[in-house]
């Protein structure tokens, strides 16, 4: 079955650091990718999305790359600020049958000042 | 639009009595899906709709769970008898409409504590 591989955490990351957090996936067909954001008490929100291979999604200064010869779909950002310190997933949604995401397990990531 | 909205946002319950959680999705919205987040476990389907009716419940863990959409606006997910294993924060989310159905708004949780 469909499957989502992410780095174990937590990312602890100085303030304006360079940030990498790794997604690996297993699916038939081609998946649409996502990554969504958990804030302390809160439920998920979309950070963004990539619908095909070599498409690149991006918001708030994150990117992710959709790489179908890998596999991957890794979130990077230049520059983090505390702000951003929040659970990571990286997501799945296949092309055809099953209409719901399947989740990676999650990466912390804690910035400090 | 308020979002998703989960009720309750904590409950704490004692081994064998009833739970009963409740989502009012997004209006417009026509799938509506039910995941559980444990540290164990990570987060996990339970159960999703579409058009109020049940897809796919291969994720609901027994016959101890059980899931209803009575309309558009409302579902609920029961938990009868509740055991502390069951203790875990439980997510509504909706999705659907211009944005497509894999494009999900969660809610704020609702976390269950079984003693």
């Known amino acids: 079955g469909d499957s989502v591989t992410q780095m174990e955490g937590p990312v602890t990351l100085s303030e304006e650091a360079f940030l990498t957090i790794n997604c690996t996936y297993t699916?038939?067909?081609?998946?649409?990718l996502f990554w969504y954001v958990q804030y302390p008490g809160e439920g998920l929100q979309l950070l963004l999305k990539?619908?095909?291979?070599?498409d690149k999604g991006s918001n708030k200064g994150f990117e992710a790359t959709y790489r179908k010869e890998t596999t991957s779909f890794h979130l990077e950002k230049g520059s983090v600020q505390v702000s951003d310190s929040a659970v990571y997933f990286c997501?799945?949604?296949?092309?055809?049958?099953?209409?719901?995401?399947?989740f990676g397990s999650g990466t912390r990531l804690q910035v400090q000042p | 639009d308020a979002g998703v909205i989960q009720s309750p946002r904590h409950e704490v319950t004692e081994m064998g009595q009833e739970v009963t959680l409740r989502c009012k999705p997004i209006?417009?919205?026509?799938?509506l899906f039910w995941y559980r987040q444990t540290m164990m476990r990570g987060l996990e389907l339970l159960i999703y709709f579409n058009n109020n009716v049940p897809i796919d419940d291969s994720g609901m863990p027994e016959d101890r769970f059980s899931a209803k959409m009575p309309n558009a606006s409302f579902s609920t997910l029961k938990i009868q008898p509740s055991e502390p294993r069951d203790s875990a924060v439980y997510f509504c989310?909706?999705?659907?409409?211009?944005?497509?159905?894999?494009?999900?708004?969660f809610g704020a949780g609702s976390r269950l504590t079984v003693l």
């Open positions: 209006s417009g919205h026509d799938y």
């Open positions: 989310a909706s999705g659907g409409g211009h944005s497509g159905a894999n494009v999900l708004t």
């Open positions: 699916a038939t067909g081609y998946p649409s």
């Open positions: 997501a799945l949604s296949p092309d055809t049958g099953r209409r719901a995401l399947t």
């Open positions: 990539a619908t095909k291979a070599d």
